[in-house]
């Protein structure tokens, strides 16, 4: 489990205008997913792929906080750069439905008023994040789904996409073989979460998260997963902190993964670091529930804890940046 601890923490108690002007005392994490993810079976040129897109996606989010912006449009940013990357299982890059559509889920929420919004099996929205964006701020309410959340994107002119955007060969060939063996498969077929994800905390102190997907290959009947549910597979609370999972969605939800860590650490007085353990490696390996988050707390303290193989991610802290994939 990668543990960064905020060397800068005690920076969110001085003032910005005082802080020295090389401080960093923002953090951002971000991840593409977990699973089955092994260095054996990684070609070069896979893995300089995701590495460059996960530097982009962080790039894009720190350039945002490096002069002062929120952490909402930080994680909004990273999550539209990762699902405009067809590596991996969100917006463009979506898995296919039984019926060989892409109906995707996503949800974004904010720690210092624990505002929320969340689009459940949507199809053809180009930038899924957005439109749960649009949801917290531009609705009365905090989860749309399907034909509904579709109008709703219409109404305010989110941009949408034909379904050849978001066709790709290889997520094609993983459809045909789940549906050859009637199976509903977590993205690859060699067990990877591909969904992507956010969590930052901004030189003001706040603190948001953002996750989003396409589900499950071959998945049936509007599942929807963990991913837009507010507790489970998102969750920001600048009292506590932001989290964004990813791995075998109805593990998560019966678990209530990010809402538990944050229990942990209001309820209990846990670090963050202490609460990630509990809740990933102990109580999620005990259900069998299988993947990983990404996770900061109110002083900049990151965490990214998987119990599979390896975990997409990347994060910002302390003036450094770092891209990781497997164990
Ligand atoms: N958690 C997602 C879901 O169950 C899958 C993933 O993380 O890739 O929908």
């Known amino acids: 489990m990668d543990f960064i601890s905020n060397a800068e923490a005690t920076e969110c108690i001085i003032p910005i205008y005082l802080r020295p002007m090389n401080s960093t005392p923002f953090t951002l994490a971000i991840h ?30 720190t350039r945002l906080l490096e002069s002062g912006g929120t952490a909402l449009d930080a994680v909004t940013a990273a999550v539209e750069s990762l699902e405009n990357c067809p590596l991996f299982n969100a917006g463009k890059g979506s898995v296919f439905t039984h019926d060989g ?3 995707m889920d996503a949800s974004i929420m904010t720690g210092h008023n624990l505002a929320s919004g969340s689009v ?20 009365e309410h ?43 498969v977590l993205d690859h077929t060699e067990k990877k979460f591909g969904t992507v994800g956010a969590v930052a905390r901004d030189v003001h102190g706040h ?16 599942r929807i ?26 593990f998560f939800i019966q678990s209530v993964v990010a809402y538990d860590i944050s229990c942990l650490m209001e309820y209990k007085g846990l670090t963050l670091q202490e609460a990630c353990e509990e809740v990933v490696m102990k109580k999620l390996v005990e259900r069998g529930g299988e993947g990983g988050l990404i996770a900061v707390d109110g002083r900049g303290n990151v965490c990214l804890p998987f119990n599979s193989d ?14 990781a994939i497997y164990k």
Not at 123 to 130: A, D, L
Not at 171 to 180: T, Y
Not at 310 to 323: K, L, T
Request: net charge negative; proline share 2%; charged share 15%.
């Open 32 to 61: 593409g997913g977990a699973g089955t993810i092994l260095q054996s079976t990684m070609t070069a040129e896979k893995e300089q792929a995701y590495t460059s897109a996960l530097h982009a996606a962080l790039q894009s989010g």
């Open 101 to 103: 559509r892409h109906e």
């Open 120 to 139: 459940a099996g949507v199809t053809g929205i180009r930038n899924p994040i957005r439109l749960a964006r649009a949801v917290m701020e531009q609705s």
């Open 142 to 184: 905090v989860l749309l789904a399907g034909k509904g959340a579709e109008s709703f994107a219409r109404s305010i002119l989110v941009p949408f996409e034909e379904e050849a955007y978001f066709h790709d060969a290889f997520r094609h060939a993983q459809w045909q073989q789940a549906l050859l063996d009637d199976k509903v």
């Open 207 to 222: 603190l948001a998260a953002a996750t989003s997907t396409g589900g499950m290959t071959n998945k049936k009947w509007g």
């Open 225 to 250: 997963g963990d991913s837009p549910i507010v507790g489970a597979g998102t969750y920001a609370n600048d009292a506590t902190c932001a989290i964004s999972c990813t791995g075998h969605g109805e």
């Open 310 to 323: 390896g975990m997409y991610r990347a994060w910002h802290a302390g003036n450094q940046s770092h891209v």
